[in-house]
Each structure stands twice: as structure tokens, then as C-alpha cells.
């Protein structure tokens, strides 16, 4: 072999050498990147008539397992619903009160309940007036409490939903951009591995947003789909879109002044059910639309019951209980009556008249101004009945609505309104509870499995800063040998020049 021919395969190889090094930097510098998939540069041998002339590089590519991405991707959006659940029920969960402690639906109904009992012993007793006005205001509030929690979370879910619908769209685009850098670099032979390394960091992105897969095409790009079949845009010019919108208590999906998600003029709300979009319009549209309409039924009844014996202790602003059908945002303005507010004595008198029928409640006389200061008739009439399974004597009490409710007219609850008002409250507390708890334990579960394939996957496809360190002092090495090749071929050559002059 000529001294050119080995200072030429010397040098080949000493530029193969520093492309690899390139490469191991890239994978050392995106170590912890997530999404970024380790890279490696392909390496051939060159020959001439079968006598090796060096090594040549190829392109760098990915080291990649692509169903194990998938899986990746999948559990990332899992993660992300079930997180933004449990984190909006659990803000609701801080304001219900602890059972136990005195402060949650059930206990303040029994603090009520005892305040008349109390009452019953010595009804003339203004203080004793007071202090169970005083234990029904405490009541009220903790429900518009609870009502206001409910209501935040769900504008908070509307409001992230329009955010993570900008997001969406900015990523898909950016995929649209690479998409298209992919295409071209793939026509003149380059390696197009960083920008799939980019690309990927998107799609987890937009996984997290929609749970949407990635399909790859023929000539290098990707589509994106939901779980539902939707084919997520890419073009910039094509982006889906939501406002804005203040929500109250009577606004609903579809059609009652809550806003749709669409593409290209058409609703795709229902198509999005995956990821923290798809979290959010679980919460603003069911979860919380159902949680609202126990609370007002909840806050309906009770008004009922009492005000059907005769005391209208609980009430609106003016006075006014709705029925069943009109209880609507009820919980966020259910208060004291303020003319049992006014004149604590009330609870003793009663506040209107009773005709009494069979299937309702008896007939009863309020107490008269002047009347007997010893009156217990309302109190007993309370304590047996509105806090009771009867209306009267052998007369169920008419079930709390537990369907038909909400400003739709479509939320059934996943209890019945029979039994006494405490009944209902516990009914209520406990199922929010449960649904509480059931995110939760979700978000755990799908945070673990989540933890475990991203394990995997850094092991399998990522960095590992150790290996590539293996590699590097392997490269240090060849490239010494290289450069001592190139020396020795110099130094031949200038002995051979000296020699000739």
C-alpha cells in the first residue's frame, strides 16, 4: 500500500471520527430532554478493487423503539387527564368540610337539627332563637361555599382549555414545520434525526394535550390522531379554535352558551376526550355540571321540607324557594330567609299558613304576634317531619330530584333523593368523595406506570451519559491512531523528499 493510499484512509477515518464525536456532544447535551431518542452515526468501509480505501458516513439516525414510544405516549396522556381530575376535585374536597370535624354537609344539617331540639325546651328563648338562625346561616354558606368551589373549578377548566387549545395548535404547526424540513432533507440524503428527535418532543406534547398518536407516512412526516379518529391539523392556516367564555350556573353543552371546539367550522368537542383537553371538558361539561345539580337539589330540598310544615327558614334573597325544575344555581344563592333573619322568633311561630292534603303535609296555624310564648308546634312539626322520612303521619317524604336536573334537564345523580334531608346531605358529601377519590387513586396509578415506562424507555432509547462517555474515550482512542497514521505518513514523505534532494 502507497503511503498516499494510507494517508488517505487515515484521514477518512480521522473525519468519520469527528462526525461521531458531533453526534456523541448531541446525545451528551440532550440527556435529559425528554421525548429525545439517542443517535448514532452509521459507518461503512470504502474499497477499490477489493483493497480497502478507508470508511465513509452515512447519516445519523435514532435509536428507536417505536412501540414502546407509543406506550410512552399513551400513559403521558393518561397521566395528564387523570392529574388535572384529581387536582380540580381536589380543590372541591378542601371546601367540603371534613366528616367528623363539624364543618361538612351532614354535620352542620345535625347542628340545625339539634338547635331545634334544643329549642323545644324552652321555645321562648331568644337566645336560643338566635343561635339556630345562627347554626342555618352557617349552613347556607358552607353550601355557596361549596358552590363557589364548584363553580371555580369549573371556569378554571374552561379557561385552561382555551390555553391548552393555543398550545395545541402552536405544536401542531411547529410538527407541520419539521414535517415539512423532514421531507426536503430526506430528498438530498441527510440525516434527518434531529428534527425527528424535535418532532417527538411535539408529539409528547400534543399527547399530553389530546392523547393523539402519531402515524408515520411514506415519505418521512407524521399524522396525528385521536383516540376517536379525529386527524389533528397541521397546516397553520387550519387551526382549531374555542374563545373565551365566563360560565355561570345555567350555561351547558351543546347549545346553552357554553362554546364548542372546532375545526373548519365544525364541532369537534366531542372527538376530543384524551389528555388535559379532554380532562377539561370532562370537568366542565359532566363532572362538575353533576356536582352542582346535587348541591342545588340538596339545597332545594331541604328548602322544601321546611317550608312545606310552614317556616320558610331557608330560602332566596327574596324570600322565594323554587321548585324542583328552577333549582338551578340555587346552592350559590340559598341563604336564611331574611325575615326569619330579621325576627328570630319565627322559628319558633312558623312563617305561613298550611291547608294540609293527603299527600303532603298536614295543615298548621302559624303562631300569632302575641301568641302563646311557649308555642312548639312549628318546632315539633320541624323535628318529626321536615327532618323526618314523613310529611305527615303515614306520608313518605316526597323523594329530593335526583334526575331531569341541571339547565339542560339531562344530569341524573348517582343516588336517589329518598330519606331524610341528613340522608341527602351524606349522599351528596359521599359520592363527591368517592368521585374525588377514585381520581385520585387514578392520577397515582396512571403517575406510577407513567414513571416506569419513561424508565424503560430512557434505558432503552435515551442517553445514557455512561455509554456515551464508553464511546467517546473509544473515539479519543481511534483518533489518536488516526493522527499518529497521519504523522508517520508525513514524516515518510519528507525522509523520501530529503532523500530525493
Not at 448531541?26 to 430532554?33: D, E, F, H, L, R
Request: glycine share 10%; net charge negative; charged share 10%.
Amino acid at each position: 500500500m502507497s503511503i498516499g493510499a494510507g494517508l488517505a484512509i487515515a484521514s477518512s477515518g480521522l473525519t468519520a471520527i469527528e462526525r461521531q464525536l458531533a453526534v456523541v456532544s448531541q446525545n451528551v447535551a440532550n440527556a435529559n430532554t425528554p421525548g429525545y431518542s439517542a443517535e448514532t452515526e452509521t459507518l461503512s468501509s470504502t474499497t477499490a478493487g477489493g483493497i480497502g480505501t478507508g470508511v465513509i458516513s452515512g447519516v445519523a439516525t435514532r435509536q428507536l423503539n417505536t412501540d414502546m414510544q407509543s406506550q410512552l405516549n399513551a400513559s403521558i396522556s393518561n397521566q395528564s387527564y387523570q392529574s388535572a381530575m384529581a387536582a380540580a376535585l381536589s380543590g372541591i374536597d378542601q371546601v367540603m368540610g371534613a366528616p367528623g370535624e363539624g364543618n361538612d354537609l351532614p354535620s352542620l344539617v345535625g347542628a340545625v337539627q339539634s338547635s331545634f331540639a334544643t329549642l323545644l325546651s324552652d321555645p321562648s328563648n331568644p337566645a336560643q332563637q338566635s343561635a339556630l338562625v345562627t347554626a342555618a346561616q352557617t349552613l347556607t354558606s358552607q353550601i355557596n361555599s361549596i358552590a363557589g368551589a364548584i363553580g371555580t373549578a369549573r371556569q378554571a377548566a374552561q379557561t385552561t382549555m382555551v390555553a391548552d387549545i393555543k398550545n395545541l395548535n402552536r405544536s401542531l404547526t411547529q410538527v407541520g414545520t419539521l414535517n415539512t424540513q423532514i421531507v426536503a432533507l430526506k430528498q438530498q440524503g441527510l440525516s434527518t434525526a434531529d428534527l425527528e428527535n424535535q418532532r417527538n418532543v411535539l408529539v409528547q406534547t400534543i399527547a399530553s394535550l389530546t392523547g393523539a398518536k402519531s402515524v408515520p407516512q411514506p415519505n418521512g412526516t407524521i399524522a396525528l390522531y385521536t383516540t376517536t379518529g379525529l386527524q389533528l391539523p397541521t397546516d397553520a392556516n387550519h387551526p382549531l379554535s374555542t374563545p373565551s367564555a365566563t360560565l355561570g350556573a345555567n350555561a351547558y353543552y351543546p347549545g346553552g352558551g357554553v362554546p364548542a371546539i372546532t375545526l373548519n367550522g365544525q364541532d369537534v368537542t366531542p372527538l376530543l376526550t384524551d389528555g388535559t383537553i379532554g380532562a377539561s371538558l370532562q370537568l366542565r361539561d359532566a363532572t362538575l355540571p353533576k356536582l352542582q345539580a346535587g348541591l342545588d337539589s340538596f339545597s332545594q330540598g331541604i328548602a322544601s321540607r321546611f317550608s312545606a310544615q310552614g317556616l320558610t327558614l331557608f330560602s332566596d334573597s327574596s324570600g322565594n324557594v323554587p321548585n324542583a325544575t328552577g333549582s338551578v344555581g340555587f346552592s350559590n344563592a340559598v341563604t336564611v330567609n331574611p325575615a326569619v333573619v330579621k325576627n328570630p322568633a319565627l322559628v319558633r311561630d312558623g312563617t305561613q299558613a298550611i291547608a294540609g292534603n293527603a299527600t303532603g303535609a298536614s295543615s298548621f296555624t302559624p303562631n300569632p304576634p302575641g301568641g302563646p310564648a311557649g308555642f312548639s308546634t312549628m318546632i315539633q312539626r320541624v323535628l318529626k317531619f321536615a327532618f323526618g322520612k314523613d310529611v305527615q303521619a303515614g306520608v313518605s317524604q316526597p323523594v329530593t330530584a335526583s334526575s331531569g336536573l341541571g339547565p339542560s334537564g339531562t344530569i341524573a345523580l348517582n343516588y336517589t333523593g329518598a330519606g331524610t334531608i341528613s340522608t341527602v346531605a351524606t349522599n351528596f358529601a359521599s359520592d363527591e368523595a368517592a368521585i374525588s377519590s377514585d381520581a385520585q387513586a387514578a392520577k397515582a396509578s396512571s403517575s406510577s406506570l407513567t414513571n416506569a415506562l419513561t424508565t424503560q424507555f430512557s434505558a432503552t432509547n435515551g442517553v445514557s451519559v455512561d455509554q456515551q462517555m464508553g464511546v467517546l474515550v473509544a473515539l479519543q482512542n481511534a483518533y489518536a491512531a488516526n493522527a499518529k497514521i497521519v504523522g508517520i505518513a508525513q514524516q515518510m514523505w519528507q525522509t523520501m523528499e530529503a532523500m530525493i534532494s
